[in-house]
């Protein structure tokens, strides 16, 4: 097999690769492992992997060393999961494995972001003993680094008996990368001081670090290392370094390492343009472009995103489209994303939005600016479900959210009430360092929607600086956890303090009044709204009539409600509610007929309330019309429809009639209908209903009291002692306590706690 060697080395091509596997079957070496191995190789080099997959799998008992150079093949060829597979498949078919197999199995698994399996291979190399292969640990290193866990990777390093200048440059780009720069800075001076000899690689992810965190004076140290010890690259040292003091806003030093620069790449003149770019001197950018070109210097992706960046900022629309004209002409890829998201940019910032959506639209290699914008889209449209199910796709795909990602997963966590998902996302906020102010607020309102009101008081309590959106998000987290008081407290906080306050601010504030009954300070806050000239909107109005009609001042709602502009249908509810609640039913009634004059639906919102004012005023032939109006209107019964159907035939004495409509529901009986019926019971003296159905009343489970306390005080009443007993000692079983009844008045213009 040895004289077959130099024949493989000089294949050039997938047939020639092939004439060569013909002539070592006719020679008898189709089962000759190192044959076998070396055509597997070659075909992968030559771009046929499916060839080399097919002499693998005839191939008859493939050894540890076929099975990692398969693995690695597929590696090489960008098949990551088909290479995890295979790895898996290995241990199922091998007893033993080899060092040779991990480092493609790291890096495939590097590619995906699962680190699960990443931890689970990590455990397999302690099993087998490969902990001390210096490679093998080097490629552990890197997985966890690119997979953002600086932790488990800093503890695999601190743990290496030898450490070489590889993994010493590999656990400062896993920290530069993770945007820890400060930590691999510090890993570098420890470096330096360890004597060890330092390559390229460790000094490009220094510099990056300098230049992240704008240490300049590092920077500058650094940069004096590489003169001393005459550190040669490929001239990336060079880029990095000018992009390095772009970044620190040292112009000067910048121009005078370009202009020294020999040899200059197009990557350099776009690490030069990018620093004018960043220091705003985007003529500056445009002129060094005009002067590339007089160089004949090819361009790439990123230069082209640098001179569109300048472009946009100018608002330079002409010069910009001439740009996105050479795009085309030279064949770049506009539907890239990265070069599609500069030119929605460049469009977005001259006024032209109707190009940006053609732009977008044209994109399809999507990296996370695109993942943002249909998870974002996903949110906004109510399919937070699907949002989350693109989240976990994309992180299975290898890549990293960021803020903005974040936010928007947070968002749909909150919206389905998924507060497990939420925190974990929370846990990689908190490991990775996201915390903005824009995930935080985020976090606030997740954990609010989610019922967990102490969690997002605690986040918003550590928050140093707050913004409007903060004190907004706190506020509509506390209301709809029904501490509405608390949240009344934080807006008069916002307003003592003279901070920042928007119509979100006065809207959340008149909410929680209008949870609490607060009249006084309703008006007091609809009076600061005045003074403050904030923005009246539907909203407002909307949110000032549903306050004004539950604390019982009909005439002020119905005087905000006449002042709409524009009502929609929830303005409508509140005001139909509001009569509906104070018994005001003929003013409820005439509403709805002249809201549905006015060409608007109703919707099950809006009957049930008009229903529940029925029921409250005694309303029969009305209820009864208005629950068959749903049936014409194709709006399908949901149980509280019927609860105000019980209720109101229980109240009107026609106890079989509503005993009859709930053995017809369509679904189960819940105890909120079972508690109207058996209410009217007790007003009619029906005890024989009651005991005809006693077997089920007492079979069923809740943790209403109210229900419990009603069927005992009836059977009290009737001195069914025995029964009366009975029931109370069923809510002591289930833990439940009769819950005291209490009423909020207003003293001296405020609601005692």
Same mark, same amino acid.
């Given at each position: 097999?040895?004289?077959?060697m130099p024949l493989f080395?000089s294949?050039?091509?997938?047939r020639?690769?092939a004439?060569?596997?013909a002539?070592?079957?006719i020679?008898?070496?189709?089962?000759d492992?190192?044959a076998?191995t070396?055509l597997?190789?070659s075909y992968s080099?030559?771009g046929?992997?499916?060839?080399?997959?097919?002499?693998?799998?005839?191939?008859p008992?493939?050894?540890?060393?076929m099975?990692g150079?398969?693995?690695?093949?597929?590696?090489?060829?960008?098949?990551?999961?088909?290479?995890?597979?295979?790895y898996?498949t290995?241990?199922?078919?091998?007893s033993?494995?080899?060092s040779f197999?991990?480092?493609?199995?790291l890096?495939?698994i590097?590619?995906?972001?699962?680190?699960?399996v990443?931890?689970?291979?990590?455990?397999?190399i302690? $099993?087998?003993g490969f902990e001390? /292969?210096s #490679?093998v640990?080097?490629?552990?290193l890197?997985m966890y +680094? @690119? %997979? *953002?866990?600086?932790?488990?990777?800093r503890?695999?390093?601190d743990?290496?008996?030898?450490k070489?200048v590889?993994?010493?440059?590999?656990?400062?780009s896993?920290?530069?990368?993770n945007?820890?720069?400060?930590?691999?800075?510090?890993?570098?001076?420890?470096?330096? $001081?360890?004597?060890?000899?330092? /390559?390229? #690689?460790?000094l490009?992810s220094?510099?990056?670090?300098c +230049? @992240? %965190? *704008?240490?300049w004076?590092?920077?500058k140290?650094?940069h004096g290392y590489?003169?001393?010890?005459?550190?040669?690259s490929?001239g990336?040292?060079?880029?990095?370094l000018?992009?390095?003091y772009?970044?620190?806003?040292d112009?000067?030093?910048?121009?005078?390492l370009?202009r020294?620069?020999v040899d200059?790449?197009?990557y350099?003149?776009?690490a030069?343009?990018?620093?004018?770019?960043?220091? *705003?001197c985007?003529?500056?950018?445009?002129?060094l472009?005009v002067k590339m070109?007089?160089f004949?210097?090819?361009?790439?992706e990123?230069?082209?995103?640098a001179?569109?960046c300048s472009c946009?900022r100018?608002?330079?629309?002409?010069?910009g489209?001439s740009?996105?004209?050479f795009?085309v002409?030279?064949?770049?890829d506009?539907?890239n994303?990265?070069?599609g998201?500069?030119?929605?940019d460049l469009?977005?910032?001259?006024?032209k939005?109707?190009?940006c959506?053609?732009?977008?639209?044209?994109?399809q290699?999507?990296?996370?600016?695109s993942?943002?914008?249909?998870?974002s889209?996903?949110?906004?449209?109510?399919?937070?479900?699907?949002a989350?199910?693109?989240?976990?796709?994309m992180?299975?795909?290898?890549?990293?959210?960021d803020?903005y990602?974040?936010?928007?997963?947070?968002?749909?966590s909150?919206?389905i009430?998924?507060?497990?998902?939420?925190c974990?996302?929370h846990?990689?906020?908190i490991?990775?360092?996201?915390s903005?102010?824009?995930?935080?607020?985020?976090?606030?309102?997740?954990?609010s929607?989610c019922?967990?009101v102490?969690y997002?008081?605690?986040?918003?309590?550590?928050?140093?600086?707050?913004?409007?959106v903060?004190w907004n998000?706190m506020?509509?987290?506390?209301?709809q956890n029904?501490?509405?008081?608390?949240?009344i407290?934080?807006?008069?906080?916002?307003?003592?303090n003279?901070?920042?306050?928007?119509?979100?601010?006065?809207?959340?504030?008149?909410?929680a009044?209008?949870?609490?009954?607060?009249?006084?300070?309703?008006?007091?806050?609809h009076?600061?709204?005045?003074i403050?000239?904030?923005r009246?909107?539907?909203y407002?109005?909307?949110?000032l009539t549903d306050?004004?009609a539950?604390?019982?001042d009909?005439?002020?709602a119905?005087r905000?409600f006449d002042?709409m502009s524009?009502?929609?249908i929830?303005?409508?509810?509140?005001m139909i509610?509001?009569?509906g609640?104070h018994?005001?039913i003929?003013?409820?009634?005439?509403?709805?007929h002249?809201m549905?004059?006015?060409g608007?639906?109703?919707?099950?919102?809006?009957l049930?309330n008009?229903l529940?004012?029925?029921s409250h005023?005694?309303?029969?032939?009305e209820?009864k019309?208005?629950f068959?109006l749903?049936i014409?209107?194709?709006?399908?019964p949901?149980p509280?429809?019927?609860?105000?159907?019980?209720?109101?035939?229980?109240?009107?004495?026609?106890?079989?009639?509503a005993y009859?409509v709930?053995t017809?529901?369509?679904?189960p009986?819940?105890?909120?209908?079972?508690?109207?019926?058996?209410n009217?019971c007790?007003?009619?003296?029906?005890m024989d209903?009651?005991?005809?159905?006693?077997q089920?009343?007492?079979?069923?489970?809740?943790?209403d009291?109210?229900?419990?306390?009603?069927?005992?005080?009836?059977?009290?009443?009737e001195?069914?002692?025995?029964e009366?007993?009975?029931v109370?000692s069923?809510m002591?079983?289930?833990?439940?306590?009769k819950?005291?009844g209490?009423?909020?008045?207003?003293v001296e213009?405020?609601?005692?706690?």
């Amino acid at each position: 097999m040895i004289q077959y060697m130099p024949l493989f080395r000089s294949c050039t091509s997938s047939r020639s690769v092939a004439q060569l596997h013909a002539h070592l079957i006719i020679n008898g070496l189709r089962k000759d492992p190192l044959a076998s191995t070396k055509l597997i190789e070659s075909y992968s080099q030559m771009g046929s992997l499916k060839t080399s997959r097919r002499v693998f799998e005839t191939f008859p008992n493939p050894d540890s060393f076929m099975w990692g150079v398969i693995i690695k093949c597929h590696v090489w060829n960008n098949f990551f999961q088909e290479a995890i597979f295979l790895y898996h498949t290995m241990l199922c078919q091998l007893s033993e494995t080899s060092s040779f197999i991990y480092p493609s199995v790291l890096r495939a698994i590097s590619a995906t972001g699962d680190l699960n399996v990443g931890r689970k291979v990590h455990g397999r190399i302690l $099993k087998c003993g490969f902990e001390f /292969d210096s #490679v093998v640990v080097t490629a552990l290193l890197s997985m966890y +680094g @690119e %997979l *953002g866990w600086t932790v488990y990777a800093r503890k695999l390093f601190d743990e290496m008996s030898v450490k070489d200048v590889v993994s010493w440059s590999s656990i400062i780009s896993s920290y530069v990368r993770n945007g820890k720069g400060e930590e691999g800075l510090e890993i570098f001076g420890d470096l330096v $001081k360890e004597g060890v000899e330092i /390559d390229s #690689v460790a000094l490009l992810s220094a510099v990056e670090g300098c +230049g @992240e %965190l *704008g240490v300049w004076r590092v920077g500058k140290s650094v940069h004096g290392y590489i003169l001393r010890k005459n550190i040669q690259s490929d001239g990336s040292l060079i880029n990095s370094l000018v992009a390095m003091y772009g970044k620190c806003g040292d112009m000067c030093s910048a121009e005078l390492l370009f202009r020294n620069a020999v040899d200059k790449s197009t990557y350099t003149w776009t690490a030069m343009m990018s620093c004018y770019n960043q220091n *705003g001197c985007y003529h500056e950018a445009l002129a060094l472009f005009v002067k590339m070109h007089e160089f004949d210097m090819e361009y790439n992706e990123v230069t082209v995103m640098a001179v569109l960046c300048s472009c946009a900022r100018l608002g330079w629309l002409n010069e910009g489209k001439s740009i996105h004209g050479f795009i085309v002409r030279n064949a770049f890829d506009c539907g890239n994303d990265l070069l599609g998201s500069a030119l929605v940019d460049l469009y977005a910032n001259c006024g032209k939005l109707s190009d940006c959506h053609k732009v977008f639209g044209s994109s399809q290699d999507r990296h996370i600016v695109s993942w943002n914008m249909l998870i974002s889209g996903y949110v906004q449209e109510g399919f937070s479900d699907k949002a989350l199910t693109l989240f976990v796709d994309m992180v299975r795909k290898g890549i990293l959210p960021d803020s903005y990602t974040l936010a928007s997963v947070l968002s749909a966590s909150g919206d389905i009430g998924f507060s497990k998902f939420g925190c974990q996302i929370h846990s990689h906020v908190i490991r990775t360092g996201f915390s903005t102010e824009f995930v935080q607020n985020s976090l606030i309102d997740m954990y609010s929607k989610c019922g967990l009101v102490d969690y997002a008081l605690v986040i918003f309590k550590d928050t140093q600086e707050r913004s409007v959106v903060t004190w907004n998000s706190m506020m509509c987290g506390l209301t709809q956890n029904g501490l509405s008081r608390e949240a009344i407290s934080l807006f008069d906080e916002i307003y003592s303090n003279s901070s920042g306050m928007d119509e979100v601010t006065f809207l959340a504030a008149i909410q929680a009044c209008s949870t609490v009954g607060w009249l006084e300070k309703g008006k007091w806050i609809h009076h600061k709204l005045i003074i403050f000239d904030v923005r009246h909107d539907m909203y407002i109005d909307t949110a000032l009539t549903d306050m004004y009609a539950k604390c019982g001042d009909l005439r002020m709602a119905r005087r905000v409600f006449d002042s709409m502009s524009e009502r929609s249908i929830i303005s409508w509810s509140a005001m139909i509610g509001g009569y509906g609640m104070h018994g005001q039913i003929n003013d409820a009634i005439s509403l709805f007929h002249e809201m549905v004059n006015s060409g608007i639906k109703p919707n099950d919102i809006i009957l049930t309330n008009i229903l529940s004012a029925c029921s409250h005023s005694g309303y029969l032939n009305e209820g009864k019309y208005f629950f068959n109006l749903m049936i014409n209107l194709s709006i399908e019964p949901k149980p509280e429809h019927f609860a105000c159907l019980v209720d109101l035939l229980s109240r009107a004495g026609d106890i079989d009639k509503a005993y009859e409509v709930i053995t017809s529901m369509p679904f189960p009986v819940d105890v909120s209908i079972w508690g109207a019926l058996i209410n009217g019971c007790r007003i009619h003296k029906r005890m024989d209903i009651i005991k005809m159905m006693q077997q089920r009343l007492e079979n069923m489970q809740t943790d209403d009291t109210g229900y419990y306390t009603l069927l005992s005080n009836i059977y009290a009443e009737e001195g069914e002692w025995n029964e009366s007993r009975m029931v109370r000692s069923k809510m002591r079983s289930l833990g439940l306590k009769k819950v005291d009844g209490y009423s909020m008045i207003e003293v001296e213009k405020r609601i005692p706690a």
